[in-house]
């Protein structure tokens, strides 16, 4: 069965236009096939502490706060899933806090490609103004560069953005047919993924990340548990983000 993970870097839940944006999404999937599964999170429901910085994570292998908060419990909802979503606010031009404390628990991934043979795309709505300056298409850059990094095929559009007006509850579309729109052609782009009529493959930019981090975890890094699994999984001894993918799929 398929499985869709969504995560929303807002406390306002199903009030936040953000979270409304990418349900629109799923509802989009759903009505192709009833019977894929979709866990969609918020930050208001969410226990999430910062991340401390100790790099326990990559010289363990486990983050210490995993055991106290939820996110042991994302995590593994997280590698159950086929489509990632991932959703932020605009905050003071950049993701949510919440969304980049979510980013910064998850630094091993960005080592090891913990996501590799998932697809995805990143979403954000924001209130304004947008110019020349305070245009969100950086955060936006930013939260797929993340999503690329730990190994998930962004579809095209890669990203995806939706303005808003009105604050706090009172939040909605500045257009919310083009919203509605813009979220059915995303549907019909991930929905090849879950039905299985199309494979995930490697792009460009899977390949130069893949190729900086090999040779980041180069023998004498200190990430030692991350080079650890690396060895472990052979992946040494590949020479492409395309030849993990045929490892996986094998």
């Given at each position: 069965m398929?499985n869709?993970?969504?995560?929303i870097?807002s406390h306002h839940?199903?009030h936040?236009?953000t979270?409304r944006?990418v349900q629109?999404?799923?509802?989009?999937i759903?009505?192709?096939d009833a019977s894929?599964?979709s866990?969609?999170?918020?930050?208001g429901?969410?226990?999430?502490n910062?991340?401390r910085?100790?790099?326990a994570?990559s010289l363990t292998g486990?983050?210490?706060h995993?055991?106290?908060d939820?996110?042991g419990?994302?995590?593994?909802?997280?590698?159950?899933?086929?489509v990632?979503?991932?959703?932020?606010p605009?905050?003071e031009?950049?993701?949510?806090?919440?969304?980049?404390?979510f980013?910064d628990?998850?630094?091993t991934w960005?080592h090891?490609?913990?996501?590799?043979?998932k697809?995805g795309i990143?979403?954000?709505?924001?209130?304004g103004p947008?110019t020349?300056?305070?245009?969100?298409d950086?955060?936006?850059?930013?939260l797929?560069?993340?999503m690329?990094?730990?190994g998930i095929?962004?579809?095209e559009?890669?990203?995806l953005?939706a303005e808003?007006?009105?604050?706090?509850?009172?939040?909605e579309?500045?257009?919310r047919?083009k919203?509605?729109?813009d979220a059915?052609?995303?549907a019909?782009a991930?929905?090849?993924?879950?039905?299985?009529s199309a494979?995930?493959?490697?792009?460009?930019?899977?390949?130069?990340i893949?190729?900086e981090?090999?040779?980041?975890l180069?023998?004498?890094?200190?990430?030692?548990?991350d080079r650890?699994?690396?060895?472990?999984?052979?992946m040494?001894t590949l020479?492409s983000?395309?030849?993990l993918?045929r490892k996986?799929q094998a």
């Amino acid at each position: 069965m398929k499985n869709i993970f969504a995560f929303i870097g807002s406390h306002h839940r199903e009030h936040s236009a953000t979270h409304r944006f990418v349900q629109m999404i799923i509802d989009s999937i759903l009505k192709k096939d009833a019977s894929i599964v979709s866990n969609v999170y918020s930050a208001g429901e969410i226990r999430m502490n910062f991340c401390r910085g100790c790099w326990a994570c990559s010289l363990t292998g486990s983050c210490p706060h995993d055991s106290t908060d939820d996110m042991g419990m994302l995590n593994e909802k997280l590698r159950d899933a086929d489509v990632v979503i991932l959703g932020s606010p605009v905050y003071e031009m950049n993701v949510s806090g919440q969304m980049k404390t979510f980013l910064d628990r998850h630094l091993t991934w960005f080592h090891r490609f913990t996501l590799a043979g998932k697809t995805g795309i990143a979403v954000m709505t924001s209130g304004g103004p947008v110019t020349a300056i305070t245009a969100p298409d950086d955060t936006l850059k930013y939260l797929a560069a993340l999503m690329l990094s730990m190994g998930i095929k962004l579809v095209e559009p890669c990203y995806l953005f939706a303005e808003t007006r009105g604050t706090g509850k009172t939040t909605e579309f500045t257009d919310r047919v083009k919203a509605q729109n813009d979220a059915r052609k995303v549907a019909d782009a991930l929905y090849p993924y879950l039905s299985g009529s199309a494979a995930v493959e490697s792009d460009s930019n899977l390949e130069q990340i893949f190729r900086e981090v090999k040779a980041k975890l180069k023998p004498g890094s200190n990430l030692s548990h991350d080079r650890e699994y690396w060895d472990k999984q052979g992946m040494f001894t590949l020479n492409s983000f395309a030849e993990l993918l045929r490892k996986l799929q094998a």
